[in-house]
Antibody
Framework: QVQLQESGPGLVKPSQTLSLTCTVS??????????WSWFRQPAGKGLEWIGH???????NFNPSLKSRATVSVDTSKNQFSLKLTSVTAADTAVYYC??????????????WGQGTLVTVSS | AIQMTQSPSSLSASVGDRVTITCRAS??????LGWYQQKPGKAPKILIY???NLQTGVPSRFSGTGSGTDFTLTISSLQPEDFAAYYC?????????FGQGTKVEI
């Protein structure tokens, strides 16, 4: 079965770039009808969708991030990555990667990675 | 962005209770809504997609109804493992947006 695992620095300084990688195992990142997604959740708060890219190559991001987010993919490593520039303390959160599936006009996100805490602090 | 208003924000219930959580969209989203369960320190888990479709492996005590702007998640008989937070997520229009969550407590 497909599993996802986030990795990356747990501490990032303000104004720097947050970089996270999600490694996909048990399945191919190139599978059709899937899109590879990032979410985040500040401590004690709700979930926020960051963005995702489709295996076709297109992508969508939350405009609340003001174009600071980009996603890239490395099919040779079966990984996809998130970069978030110019971070502030408001970007401190647990970051999750997830696989989105689109089938018969339905959409769902499953599985999810376990999440990784990123703290923005000097 | 479409706003998802979830209610209640928290509720207290007992094992065996019937629990209902509602989610209202600020504009019509058809049936493009999912429900997710999140336990403390864990990632969310899909329960329902397309407003009423039970994800494979999810117990049948969970059910979802609704279309347009009003949606409901029902747990027919609350079990000890169901105490968690529940979130609705609309996938009709970008940006995807979640409800603020409902914490189901003992």
């Amino acid at each position: 079965q497909v599993q996802l695992q986030e990795s990356g620095p747990g501490l990032v300084k303000p104004s720097q770039t947050l970089s996270l990688t999600c490694t996909v195992s048990g399945g191919s990142i190139s599978s059709p009808n899937n899109y590879w997604s990032w979410f985040r959740q500040p401590a004690g708060k709700g979930l926020e969708w960051i963005g995702h890219f489709f295996t076709s190559g297109s992508s969508n991001f939350n405009p609340s991030l003001k174009s600071r987010a980009t996603v890239s993919v490395d099919t040779s490593k079966n990984q996809f990555s998130l970069k978030l520039t110019s971070v502030t303390a408001a970007d401190t959160a647990v970051y999750y990667c997830a696989r989105g599936t689109s089938r018969s006009s339905y959409v769902w996100f499953d599985p999810w990675g376990q999440g990784t805490l990123v703290t923005v602090s000097s | 962005a479409i706003q998802m208003t979830q209610s209640p924000s928290s509720l207290s219930a007992s094992v065996g209770d019937r629990v209902t959580i509602t989610c209202r969209a600020s504009q019509g989203i058809g049936i493009d809504l999912g429900w997710y369960q999140q336990k403390p320190g864990k990632a969310p888990k899909i329960l329902i997609y397309g407003a009423s479709n039970l994800q494979t492996g999810v117990p049948s005590r969970f059910s979802g109804t609704g279309s347009g702007t009003d949606f409901t998640l029902t747990i027919s008989s609350l079990q000890p493992e169901d105490f968690a937070a529940y979130y609705c997520l609309q996938d009709d229009t970008y940006p995807l947006t979640f409800g603020q969550g409902t914490k189901v407590e003992i």
